[in-house]
């Protein structure tokens, strides 16, 4: 009898853990690599676009296997009155059905993004099936377009998307926003979102016209998209998207062309280590920063055609704070004049030193940040010309 | 299962030590972590601490009580001191109290695995299936559940490892400033939510303690290392939480460790450790439905007057069944449960029933030196 009721409990326990429930083959699966969103052409509704992978195209190398199409992507979309809807409503196109763990980038229109994110933020923290370091981004372009505009080196133009912001720290010329540091920010009460731009730029070169240069899109990461809440309040160029990175990010390196001294020549220099430390102090019931950025730095190309010597080096050191400086300044004066809104994380540093002074501050901390004054220091020192001489002139 | 019988099994220190950690690491890593989050903030962390004091304490104050008395339990010193209808309503006491804590056991188990990995399974898939696997465990008895919680625990310093390499890129001490922003009061209070965590505990070494070897010299110091080891494993994750994630996501989510697992990558190729996650965090949780059918499984029995807890195993298991699945099945009552009536009903009997069973002691201990 009790060997009977073991088999029994054994035989109930094994069917549970069957995992057949919520089965999904991947053979049925349309898997999207990238997602567009921007406002439908009906009032009140929002058009989803997916970029989905063709898997028979999309495997291997580039071009088109036996059998299949070349075309490694397939790009549909719909429209619906919330983001779920739309998608819902993919569902009517797509033979498959639609799948998002694998997704690398969500791209928003401008006038979306204007428009609010709110429901964007929610509904893509809210679904278990989306990765949270899925790339967001905004475009001026159409977000249908831009998701459909095979890219990059890699098959997948989402995947190639993905790895320009992989490679971010090398170019330094726009955040490397995620779902991860969106909602972040998206709930914080001391910071306000910011997010990477990109945008379709005739760059590729066809192989088959070569003459015809440039006549292929291609996706640009460059220059971000600052919020005020949850609505895109305006553009940040590359140069400001710069000085933003030296507040978000541990922006290590990165290079700056400043004019020769006695030509008009030019010179690039590449910084690195540089650290930002922000001080913020109170006094008169009135915020002040102190921003200090310190740096290393290299002469990796010099158009100056002169012996890079101890007057050389001083010129370029100062050359290279004024335009580092410049960078920041130009993003603060931008942060607090123009969009009033406190992207800068400044609002966070405040808070952690003054918790007490921020509760009364932070009900209006825009307003407060817009007016408080921030004061820049740069200090660059320039060390090598990398495997040039430096120093003693040739006699 | 009779006093006799307790005495005959016999655990080892560190088993007792594994079974306090998996009992109290499951809820309070994630779902305590977002109802302390939603009251202090970036504190959640010191909350952690705070509880992990209090829960040292009265755990040395459940060893006091049995100390003199090694091979009894609450249920037979309140029978020895009080007599045997008094004992019954400890039981009683305790029956409840793991009734009451089966379901967030449950809401920790079932918005795991349902929301992140099967939300189209059907709800009663996830009741009785770990209620089969806790009801063959519990029927093999309290040293195959001790051996499991030691393979448990193994998991679990794996799990604090992965999820610390997974979320140092993102981590930004920054999130955790200013300390104590809401004050002690207040920290104090969100405390009250981890102490509903080690009350479990301190009723499991209430139960058990008689069974651990030389209980009466060591259970105090194993009970005090076992929950300030859960403390100290539990702390890792409000630190990673707030670090990493921010107080302000980690308060938006239920089940805020799977957020943070959802978060955490090593390198480009492994990511999202949900599924990692849900591996390592299996024998715990298991181990978790395993106690509380035991427990309420000899505490029956002893309100039935009956000689071995086996035959109540059953019976209990469907009423703790009946009990999780209506927990579980509406999010609006199970978080309204989690963070308004467990607390109000752990921390009563987890500071009350060890103070009492003391005092009762002191006063009555001549009658139990004459038993």
Same mark, same amino acid.
């Given at each position: ?29 349309? *898997? ?29 190398? !580039? ?147 070569? +003459? ?83 740096? +290393? ?8 055609? *002169? ?24 993003? *603060? ?53 990398? $495997? ?8 | ?16 030590? /594994? ?12 779902? !305590? ?42 249920? /037979? ?42 939300? +189209?399974?059907? $709800? ?56 104590? +922003? ?35 010299? !060591? ?7 076992? *929950? ?144």
């Amino acid at each position: 009898m009790k060997r009977a009721a073991g088999l029994v409990i054994t035989l109930i326990i094994l069917l549970s853990q069957t995992s057949c429930f919520g089965l999904r083959q991947i053979n049925e699966l349309a *898997i999207v690599t990238a997602v567009g969103l921007g406002l439908g052409d009906k009032p009140g509704t929002i058009k989803v676009s997916a970029q989905i992978i063709r898997p028979a195209d999309a495997r291997g190398q !580039t071009g088109a296997p036996s059998g299949g199409t070349g075309q490694p992507i397939y790009s549909i979309s719909a429209e619906g009155t919330s983001i779920f809807d739309a998608i819902r409503n993919l569902g009517r196109v797509s033979s498959r059905r639609v799948y998002w763990a694998h997704n690398f980038l969500i791209v928003m229109d401008e006038d979306y993004a204007r428009k609010g994110i709110k429901d964007m933020v929610d509904f893509f923290t809210r679904n278990h099936e989306l990765r949270m370091n899925t790339r967001v981004a905004v475009t001026p372009d159409l977000p249908d377009q831009v998701v459909s505009t095979i890219t990059g080196l890699e098959v997948v133009p989402g995947e190639a998307v993905d790895r320009l912001f992989q490679n971010n720290h090398v170019v330094g010329r726009a955040p490397a926003s995620d779902m991860m540091n969106l909602e972040e920010a998206f709930l914080s009460s001391s910071t306000e979102p910011v997010l990477a731009r990109v945008q379709l730029k005739p760059r590729g070169i066809s192989n088959k016209k070569p +003459e015809e240069h440039g006549s292929l899109k291609q996706v640009e990461l460059g220059g971000a998209a600052a919020f005020l809440g949850d609505k895109m309040v305006g553009w940040l160029s590359v140069k400001e998207a710069r000085g933003l990175l030296f507040f978000l990010e541990k922006l290590g390196s990165g290079i700056e062309v400043v004019k020769c001294p006695n030509n008009d020549g030019v010179m690039s220099i590449e910084f690195k280590r540089a650290r930002l430390k922000v001080t913020p102090s109170y006094a008169n019931k009135e915020p002040k920063f102190g921003v200090r950025l310190t740096t +290393e730095a290299d002469i990796v190309e010099s158009g100056c055609a *002169i012996h890079l010597d101890e007057g050389i080096r001083q010129d370029a050191e100062e050359k290279l704070e004024q335009r580092l400086k410049s960078n920041i300044d130009s993003v *603060i004066d931008k942060a607090q004049h123009r969009y009033h809104s406190d992207f800068l994380k400044l609002g966070d540093v405040f808070r952690n030193k003054y918790p007490e002074e921020w509760r009364v501050l932070k009900r209006d901390w825009n307003r407060t940040f817009s007016d408080a004054k921030i004061d820049v220091e740069v200090e660059a020192t320039i060390k090598s010309g990398v $495997l040039k001489s430096v120093g003693t002139e040739i006699r | 299962m009779t006093n006799q019988q307790t005495t005959r099994v016999q655990i080892t220190s560190g088993m007792f030590i /594994a079974m306090i950690v998996n009992l109290i690491f499951v809820k309070a890593i994630g779902v !305590t972590q977002g109802v302390i989050a939603r009251a202090v903030g970036q504190d959640m962390w010191l909350a952690t601490l705070l509880g992990t004091l209090q829960g040292v304490a009265v755990m040395y104050i459940t060893y006091v009580a049995i100390r003199k008395t090694p091979n009894l339990d609450f249920m /037979a010193l309140s029978e020895r001191l009080l007599g045997k209808w008094i004992a019954k309503v400890i039981a009683l006491i305790i029956f409840l109290f793991f009734l009451a804590g089966f379901g967030p056991i449950m809401i920790t188990f079932v918005y795991h695995l349902q929301e992140y990995f099967l939300p +189209e399974a059907p $709800l009663y898939l996830f009741i009785v299936a770990p209620l089969l696997v806790g009801l063959l465990g519990c029927f093999y008895g309290l040293e195959v559940m001790a051996r499991l919680a030691l393979v448990g625990l193994l998991f679990i310093f794996l799990l604090n490892v992965l999820i610390i390499m997974g979320s140092t890129n993102e981590f930004d001490i920054r999130n955790l400033l200013p300390v104590m +922003e809401n004050g002690f009061p207040r920290t104090f209070a969100a405390s009250l939510n981890f102490d509903a965590d080690w009350a479990l505990a301190t009723m499991l070494a209430a139960v058990v303690l008689p069974s651990v070897k030389n209980a009466d010299k !060591t259970g105090g110091k194993n009970g005090m290392i076992g *929950i300030a080891a859960s403390g100290l494993l539990t702390m890792i994750w409000p630190i990673l939480e707030g670090a990493v994630l921010s107080a302000e996501v980690t308060s938006q989510y239920t089940v805020s460790c799977m957020k943070l697992a959802r978060n955490a990558h090593m390198g480009h190729f492994l990511q999202r450790y949900e599924m990692i996650m849900i591996a390592l965090y299996s024998i715990p949780v298991l181990f978790e439905v395993m106690f509380c059918i035991y427990a309420t499984s000899i505490s029956a029995a002893k309100i039935a007057g009956l000689k071995s807890n086996k035959a109540m195993i059953p019976i209990v298991s469907v009423i703790l069944g009946c009990f999780g699945y209506w927990i579980v099945d509406d999010h609006f009552r199970a978080i309204d449960y989690l963070e308004n009536y467990w607390p109000r009903i752990a921390l009563p009997i987890a500071f009350g029933l060890p103070v009492l069973l003391l005092m009762l002691r002191l006063m009555l201990g001549k009658k139990l030196n004459k038993a």
